[in-house]
């Protein structure tokens, strides 16, 4: 399909130089200021999934532009400018500019078009969160559940410490899992650094009209209603002699599993029966929150219920 497009461009192409206007308007740069508060990503190529090269998160960013090309399509506009840098900022993020960069800078040429991927397969061992930016309070894009297979594009060890690992890792799905939810760590001499990366919120990076499929970051479960926590792995201890870990969340169901006193047990989600607290651990079955010495369900933890998880189909409403 790309090659298609691609196809088509160079068609397009001899139209467009047959307008292009005489080469005495065109500026060796256009200085652009990012939109009032918003933070972007100067990209290595101008596709939503490209690693970073910069980040611009202060107030008022401003660059250099010094060419326009085309990437992923956001919100209708598939124009991209190149920073003096040498990376790529979408235009959906920048402060209007009156004039037509077609008209106003050299176009970059083809090669810049070009999409530069890393890629690795890997599946999720535990239920994991797939969010705007590799922070547990960064805005959840989809509920992963164990066994999800998933494709990395690149790697940051600056995300949030998940028990004692701070590597995340970008999904094709434009979104960060925490590479502790992963069966193994990936080769990331395959792969991609994903460069600086700053705070995104995704009301400001939905795009979801008229955008490239790529950029949507669709969620491919429910999506994540904003009371809800945040879901990590968290390490906690038990503080009884022992405590029993269930098949379903009830006194009634058959043990598991059976944890000692002080033991560390990681722990996935929550899940409340008849008003007791209990959380899913990293062997898959259930423990009463108040055999842990900690508290699960309290503020400290944020940690989702892990119905969350479940597919929208099999969900009740
Ligand atoms: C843009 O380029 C001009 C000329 O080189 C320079 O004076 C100016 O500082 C640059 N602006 C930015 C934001 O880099
Ligand atoms: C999408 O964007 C293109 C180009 O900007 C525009 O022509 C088209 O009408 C838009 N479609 C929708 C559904 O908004
Ligand atoms: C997308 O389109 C729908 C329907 O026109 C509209 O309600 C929504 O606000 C639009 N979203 C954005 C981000 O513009
Ligand atoms: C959780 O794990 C970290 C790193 O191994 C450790 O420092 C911390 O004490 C543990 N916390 C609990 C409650 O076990
Ligand atoms: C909930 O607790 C009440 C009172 O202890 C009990 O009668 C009832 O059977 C419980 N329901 C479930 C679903 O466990």
Not at 15 to 21: I, R, T
Not at 170 to 193: E, W
Request: charged share 25%.
């Amino acid at each position: 399909m790309y090659n298609n497009r691609l196809a088509l461009r160079g068609l397009l192409l001899p139209l467009v130089l047959l307008c292009a206007p005489s080469f005495a308007d065109v500026k060796p740069y256009i200085t652009m200021t990012v939109e009032h508060g918003l933070n972007t990503e100067c990209k290595t190529c101008p596709r939503s999934l490209c690693p970073n090269q910069l980040a611009y998160d202060n107030y008022e960013d401003i660059f250099n532009a010094t060419c326009w090309t085309r990437g992923t399509k956001i919100m209708g506009s598939n124009m991209w400018l190149k920073s003096e840098a040498g990376c790529y900022v979408t235009k959906y993020d920048l402060v209007e500019y009156d004039g037509e960069f077609q008209n106003d800078l050299v176009y970059c040429g083809e090669e810049s078009e070009e999409q530069h991927l890393t890629e690795e397969d890997a599946t999720l061992q535990y239920k994991t969160e797939c969010n705007i930016c590799p922070f547990i309070s960064c805005d959840t894009i989809a509920y992963l559940k164990e066994e999800t297979d998933v494709t990395l594009t690149c790697w940051t060890d600056q995300g949030q410490m998940i028990i004692d690992d701070p590597f995340w890792m970008k999904t094709s799905n434009n979104c960060y899992v925490a590479q502790k939810g992963l069966y193994s760590k990936p080769d990331i001499t395959y792969l991609d650094n994903c460069g600086p990366i700053p705070w995104l919120e995704q009301n400001d990076h939905n795009n979801e009209n008229n955008t490239s499929e790529i950029n949507k970051r669709d969620p491919e479960t429910l999506p994540a209603p904003v009371e809800l926590g945040t879901q990590y792995l968290i390490n906690v201890t038990v503080g009884e002699e022992y405590a029993y870990c269930r098949m379903c969340p009830q006194e009634t169901c058959k043990s598991k599993k059976r944890y000692e006193f002080d033991q560390e047990v990681w722990l996935q989600c929550l899940a409340q029966t008849n008003g007791t607290w209990w959380s899913e651990t990293t062997d898959f079955c259930y423990v009463k929150n108040s055999d842990f010495w900690q508290s699960p369900e309290g503020d400290n933890y944020r940690n989702p219920l892990c119905e969350n998880f479940e597919d929208p189909e099999e969900v009740e409403n």
